[in-house]
């Protein structure tokens, strides 16, 4: 090294200048690893990618539809809409004085129907009807309109089957003033003209279910066409 004061070399051991006595300054050697760590400039996040998945109004992928934010917002919109009936077990709680009354009160008529209905099921006793509508609508619209239908009317979504070129969908009926809960089943096609929708009901346990079972498939139908209009 040499003196910053004279220029006169010196040692790496000594401490002053032997020609004019000046402290040495030695420099530090620099951490070459730290001083790149700190003048590197740091990358901005990267900004979220918009989505670039399946198009739900036309895929038959249940799960795209399903997951999409469109039509959490129908679905939840139709959920504000619903409106729920008087179920069996409240018809019994008020049908229950009046059969007490006129001497038939004997046994509780909720316990005669909890055992009647599943014995009625066994034997094969049951009711029902199904549908087939077909519509100039896209997969994924029919798709979302029927979960539409379904959470505006209490009815449960219970399992959806996919196939290869639609799914099948299936979904619990609450029970009402003339029937015990039932099974909605919907089978979905993909046509080279829209969709194909065969639907059917069924009540077990009971011989008739006065008129319930067309209600419900009429409903759906025309869920089906209010619903496909409101999407985006």
Same mark, same amino acid.
């Given at each position: 090294?040499? #003196?910053? *004061?004279? +220029?006169?070399?010196?040692?790496?051991?000594?401490?002053? #200048?032997? +020609? #004019? +006595? %000046? =402290?040495?300054?030695?420099? /530090?050697?620099?951490?070459?690893?730290?001083?790149?760590?700190?003048?590197?400039?740091?990358?901005?996040?990267?900004?979220?990618?918009?989505? %670039?998945?399946?198009?739900?109004?036309?895929?038959?992928? &249940?799960?795209?539809?399903?997951?999409?934010?469109?039509?959490?917002?129908?679905?939840?919109?139709?959920?504000?809409?619903?409106?729920? !009936?008087?179920?069996? $077990?409240?018809?019994?709680?008020?049908? *229950?004085?009046?059969?007490?009354?006129? !001497?038939?009160?004997?046994?509780?008529?909720?316990?005669?129907?909890?055992?009647?209905?599943?014995? &009625?099921?066994?034997?094969?006793?049951?009711?029902? @009807?199904?549908? @087939?509508?077909?519509? /100039?609508?896209?997969?994924?619209?029919?798709?979302?309109?029927?979960? #539409?239908?379904?959470?505006?009317?209490?009815? %449960?979504?219970?399992?959806?089957?996919?196939?290869?070129?639609?799914?099948?969908?299936?979904?619990?009926?609450?029970?009402?003033?003339?029937?015990?809960? +039932?099974?909605?089943?919907?089978?979905?096609? =993909?046509?080279?003209?829209?969709?194909?929708?065969?639907? /059917?009901?069924?009540?077990? !346990? *009971?011989?008739? $279910?006065? !008129?319930?079972? @067309?209600?419900?498939?009429? $409903?759906?139908?025309? $869920?089906?066409?209010? &619903? =496909?209009?409101?999407?985006?």
């Amino acid at each position: 090294m040499f #003196c910053t *004061q004279c +220029g006169k070399a010196a040692a790496p051991e000594h401490v002053f #200048c032997a +020609g #004019c +006595g %000046t =402290r040495l300054v030695r420099e /530090a050697a620099p951490v070459m690893g730290l001083l790149a760590a700190v003048s590197e400039p740091v990358a901005a996040p990267a900004p979220a990618q918009p989505w %670039t998945g399946e198009d739900w109004r036309e895929t038959t992928n &249940y799960r795209v539809v399903l997951g999409h934010p469109e039509v959490k917002a129908l679905i939840a919109d139709a959920a504000k809409a619903s409106k729920a !009936g008087m179920s069996a $077990d409240e018809f019994m709680k008020l049908a *229950q004085p009046i059969l007490d009354a006129s !001497g038939s009160g004997g046994v509780p008529i909720k316990l005669i129907a909890e055992v009647a209905a599943p014995l &009625y099921a066994k034997m094969g006793v049951k009711t029902g @009807k199904d549908a @087939k509508n077909g519509y /100039a609508t896209s997969y994924g619209r029919v798709l979302a309109a029927i979960l #539409c239908s379904l959470s505006s009317r209490n009815q %449960t979504l219970v399992a959806v089957h996919e196939g290869t070129d639609g799914c099948v969908v299936q979904a619990a009926i609450p029970s009402s003033m003339t029937t015990w809960t +039932g099974k909605l089943s919907m089978t979905l096609e =993909r046509r080279p003209e829209g969709t194909l929708v065969s639907s /059917a009901v069924v009540f077990e !346990g *009971q011989s008739s $279910d006065w !008129g319930r079972s @067309k209600r419900v498939l009429d $409903d759906l139908h025309q $869920d089906i066409l209010n &619903y =496909r209009s409101l999407q985006p």
